[in-house]
């Protein structure tokens, strides 16, 4: 078993750019949820996607959006970059069915530098 | 709204020494509790999980238990070693929150020899 995949593993992108980072959740897992840890802080949630649709969303702003494909892989996007966006985003993946109480399996997360 | 404090590092100790990281919880329902740990450079891995009030986590060594009327989830381990030095995160979930887990802001752990 894979895990939590995420690519790439680092990225250096300039300031105003848009950014793609992606996600395949650990076989059987069906939920999948971005993260954004800044650095010397704690995971912040971004959003949880299942059945492709955003179910939940944290304190962030629209310039954060995702995707979930039929094969539960997802993406989160970033538009117009700013320099406070740099941090590590990791993505979490989870089966449904077991509610609220299970764990997350983490990804090795993705290193986003804006400059 | 849930929320989770931690102990403020950095933390330095001695190999063998007896290692306790304090985390204290606020939350409207009965939520889960999780410590997970972090290696330089890696994503987050799952150290032990209390679903309910006296419960006991256990792994690797390290222990937590649930208490409900301290609202604490502290990680304790006996006797470290170097290979435990990495940062520690305590962190909840709940049926009010989904699935979403809040976390606190992390305890950095050296261990030396």
């Known amino acids: 078993d894979a895990g939590v995949t995420q690519s790439p593993t680092h990225l250096i992108k300039t300031r105003g750019q848009q950014v793609t980072l992606r996600c395949s959740p650990k076989?059987?897992?069906?939920?999948v949820s971005w993260y954004q840890q800044a650095l010397g802080q704690g995971p912040q949630f971004i959003f949880q996607?299942?059945?492709?649709?955003?179910?939940q969303r944290g304190n962030f702003p629209d310039r954060f959006s995702g995707h979930q494909f039929p094969n539960y892989s997802s993406e989160l996007n970033v538009n117009a970059l700013l320099l406070g966006d740099s941090a590590l985003y990791l993505c979490a993946s989870s089966p449904r069915d077991r509610v609220w109480n299970t764990e997350a399996f983490f990804g090795q997360g993705t290193r986003l530098t804006v400059v | 709204g849930d929320s989770v404090t931690q102990m403020e590092g950095p933390v330095t100790l001695s190999e063998e020494a007896f290692l306790t990281i304090n985390c204290t919880y606020t939350a409207t329902g009965y939520p889960s509790l999780f410590w997970y740990v972090q290696y330089p450079g890696e994503g987050l891995q799952l150290l032990l999980k209390?679903?309910?009030?006296?419960d006991k986590g256990s792994n690797k060594g390290f222990e937590a238990t649930y208490r409900k009327e301290t609202t604490s989830f502290h990680l304790e381990k006996g006797s470290v070693q170097v290979s435990d030095s990495a940062v520690y995160f305590c962190?909840?979930?709940?049926?009010?929150?989904?699935?979403?887990?809040?976390f606190g802001t992390g305890t950095s752990l050296t261990v030396i020899p």
């Open positions: 209390a679903t309910k009030a006296d």
């Open positions: 996607y299942y059945e492709e649709e955003e179910r």
């Open positions: 962190a909840l979930n709940s049926a009010n929150t989904g699935n979403q887990f809040y």
């Open positions: 076989s059987g897992h069906d939920t």
